[in-house]
Nanobody
């Protein structure tokens, strides 16, 4: 089970920190990803981190603004989101990736809503 939290309403230029806590799985062996679904759009990749934390990947739209990290001792993956823009408004989901995270296969969290006002 994955429990995402940290969403909310923030003004453009602001920051939010999303967290996803895993239970019932061996967290440290999974790559972890964050995805988002904006209103009327398909779900899209945001960021991923390898099981060890050594490798990180970001969508071009969030590079330089978002930072993904993980704490294997506490089964947590975090997405620090800075310089938020209205186009970042979406429901954000975490994923324990069964394969490459961009394949969007694995265990999904329930989503947390991020709303960025202009």
């Amino acid at each position: 089970q994955l429990q995402a939290s940290g969403g909310g309403l923030v003004q453009s230029g602001g920051s939010l920190r999303l967290s996803c806590i895993a239970s019932g799985l061996t967290f440290s062996v999974y790559g972890m990803g964050w995805f988002r679904r904006a209103p009327g759009k398909d779900r899209e990749f945001v960021s991923s981190i390898s099981w060890s934390g050594e490798n990180r990947d970001y969508a071009d739209s969030v590079k330089g603004r978002f930072t993904i990290s993980r704490d294997n001792d506490n089964n947590t993956v975090t997405l620090q989101m800075n310089s938020l823009k209205p186009e970042d408004t979406a429901v954000y989901f975490c994923l324990a990736c069964a394969r490459r995270c961009k394949e969007q296969s694995g265990y999904w969290g329930q989503g947390t809503l991020v709303t960025v006002s202009s």
